[in-house]
């Protein structure tokens, strides 16, 4: 089993800048890609950034040249910074984590942590 933390959540102003955290615990494989999804009131969950083991990150179109994803392997801790922040960005963010075991494969979430951008 795989425990997500998320931190670092908050109010912030329009242009302003928060920075995410995640960590990850439990049984970790190295080959995992961990990320960021994000949901609004009365949307679907979706992608905002993912970053491979090996340190690839892809990103949603709505966010690239704003936010940045990063990751400490050896702190199994993801980051998300993101700055020039809108409106739009508000939303509930979750952590993601997944990765193959054998044949199958995992997908782990964490609680969540808001995200309010004011205009």
């Known amino acids: 089993q795989v425990q997500l933390v998320e931190s670092g959540g908050g109010l912030v102003q329009a242009g302003g800048s928060l920075r995410l955290s995640c960590a990850a615990s439990g049984s970790i494989f190295s080959t995992n890609i961990m990320g960021w999804y994000r949901q609004a009131p009365g949307k679907e969950r979706e992608l905002v950034a993912k970053?491979?083991?090996?340190?690839?990150?892809n990103y949603a179109d709505s966010v690239k040249g704003r936010f940045t994803i990063s990751r400490d392997s050896a702190k199994n801790t993801v980051y998300l910074q993101m700055n020039s922040l809108k409106s739009e960005d508000t939303a509930v963010y979750y952590c993601y984590l997944g990765q193959v075991m054998g044949t199958s494969s995992y997908d782990y979430w964490g609680q969540g942590t808001q995200v309010t951008v004011s205009s």
């Open positions: 970053i491979t083991w090996f340190g690839r990150g």
